[in-house]
């Protein structure tokens, strides 16, 4: 099977669409792309190349043989830790069109793990919305299982009679609302229940999101000033927004910003 692209979407199968009129307990997660031959590729590229490079230079000499090979493995093992997001599963989506800089994907049903934060500034409440799902889907859970990670981890400010978050000294005002995507196949029924009664598992409806993506640092005020481009862009485009502006985040916080591959999503009709 040929390796899929990153960038190339596919769509959705017709039993991965549920119509909204259906009984919404069918819906699953599903992939974007597969990602078990690339963890399968990059660990034999972790164990041939670093061999391949110090007997190449042992000739010259043994220690320098042991180095360059001790080298390129250490190298590639920090680009498998700041890309760990080509090696994490994606909810599966259907690309529409690019208008500008805007990506417009109708993502198909899936199933979200999701927690709220009041009284937080933006950064605070990644971290504490953060650890509570990481919690449940590294075992916290009532049948102590570990669940696959998937990326991206969304995060909504929600003010009450506004439409857009509130920029305050502190960053975006709360509260906020955390999502993880659940792994591909899992529905309701055979996944297990949260022990914490801030965590709920929600089945999401085939959505139509309005995309845009930015490089660096995920701080309230980066966030803030794509979230406003974000909405210029939709209301350039002609689009009907439907409900507030959230971050996508696809990196650990460890990636270096420059790294990482941030997008501010809102829904749209």
Excluded at 206 to 222: K, T
Aim: overall charge negative; aromatic content about 6%; some cysteine.
């Amino acid at each position: 099977m040929e390796p899929l692209d990153p960038e190339i979407t596919i769509e959705p199968t017709s039993s991965s669409l549920a119509l909204q009129g259906t009984r919404r307990a069918l819906a699953k997660t599903g992939p974007q792309h597969a990602t078990t031959w690339r963890k399968v590729a990059f660990a034999t590229a972790a164990g041939v190349v670093p061999a391949m490079v110090g007997l190449a230079l042992a000739g010259r000499s043994k220690r320098l043989g042991l180095f360059a090979g001790g080298l390129t493995g250490l190298l590639l093992g920090v680009a498998r830790w700041q890309l760990q997001r080509w090696f994490t599963a994606e909810p599966a989506y259907e690309l529409e069109t690019r208008i500008g800089e805007l990506e417009l994907r109708r993502y198909a049903p899936h199933i979200e793990a999701r927690t709220h934060m009041y009284h937080l500034p933006f950064e605070d409440a990644l971290d504490e919305g953060f650890r509570r799902l990481a919690s449940y889907i590294f075992g916290g859970n009532a049948k102590h299982e570990r669940l696959q990670m998937s990326a991206p981890v969304t995060t909504r400010g929600e003010e009450i009679g506004m439409t857009t978050p509130v920029i305050t000294a502190g960053g975006i005002a709360g509260p906020h609302t955390m999502s993880f995507v659940m792994p591909a196949g899992r529905d309701l029924e055979s996944l297990p229940s949260p022990v914490d009664d801030g965590i709920e598992l929600c089945e999401i409806p085939e959505r139509r999101i309005a995309v845009l993506g930015f490089r660096g640092a995920a701080d309230a005020s980066h966030v803030a000033e794509a979230e406003q481009r974000l909405l210029a862009a939709v209301a350039a485009a002609g689009l009907t927004p439907n409900g507030d502006p959230a971050f996508a985040g696809f990196d650990p916080p460890t990636t270096l910003p420059l790294l990482r591959r941030n997008e501010v999503w809102i829904e749209v009709l």
